[in-house]
């Protein structure tokens, strides 16, 4: 029962899909009027006030292995970040080479017996320094079960630009809501990009 209900509603979303599909040669067709208004509509748009606006982004890197705690742990990273305010469209950063620096960071790491905690505050550290375009990174790492460790585990770091953490690193009883601290940090971020 509950398969065909599942079908139904693919087939359902499929023939949304369908109806509204417009043909590559019909989109092509396009004249360059449309396509100078649609532009100039979207600059305007980005350049009015159009609310705050918190944007980032994140990557995977599932199945990593790592030796670490005498024995070689697998290792499921997700390290997502925010942009600093006002960011140009030139600056945002290729995740490719933040990637490649968090697996240079493991594959190079010298302490073999400290907490997860440590090691994931360290990566943070060197990706917020590293990258003057993002306002705050967080690490997620969840170490698998092992023969060692029959469970699993994991460690959550955030840590913000030096500029920002005086509005993020509030005490849980005198923490202002999630809305107000983003508010907070959109604001400082402004000036960090207007000042340098």
Not at 33 to 45: E, G, I, P, V
Request: hydrophobic share 35%; with cysteine; proline share 5%.
């Amino acid at each position: 029962m509950m398969k065909i209900f599942r079908i139904q509603i693919l087939i359902a979303v499929l023939m949304i899909v369908c109806t509204n599909f417009v043909p590559a040669q019909a989109q092509n067709k396009i004249d360059v009027k449309t396509k100078s208004a649609r532009s100039s509509l979207s600059n305007r748009a980005r350049s009015k006030n159009s609310g705050t606006l918190n944007e980032g982004f994140y990557f995977l890197m599932n199945d990593y292995k790592m030796d670490h705690q005498g024995e070689v742990n697998i290792l499921n990273i997700k390290v997502s970040y925010s942009y600093v305010r006002g960011i140009a469209d030139n600056q945002y950063p290729d995740f490719i080479p933040l990637r490649k620096g968090v697996e240079k960071f493991l594959t190079e790491y010298p302490n073999e017996t400290t907490f997860w905690e440590i090691l994931n505050k360290e990566v943070t550290s060197m990706l917020i320094e590293k990258y003057p375009m993002l306002a705050s990174v967080t690490c997620e790492i969840q170490v698998t079960p092992s023969s060692k460790y029959p469970f699993t585990r994991g460690s959550v770091v955030t840590r913000y630009k030096p500029e920002l953490s005086k509005t993020a690193g509030k005490t849980a009883r005198s923490r202002p809501s999630y809305r107000r601290t983003q508010q907070r940090i959109a604001h400082l971020s402004k000036g960090v990009t207007q000042n340098g």
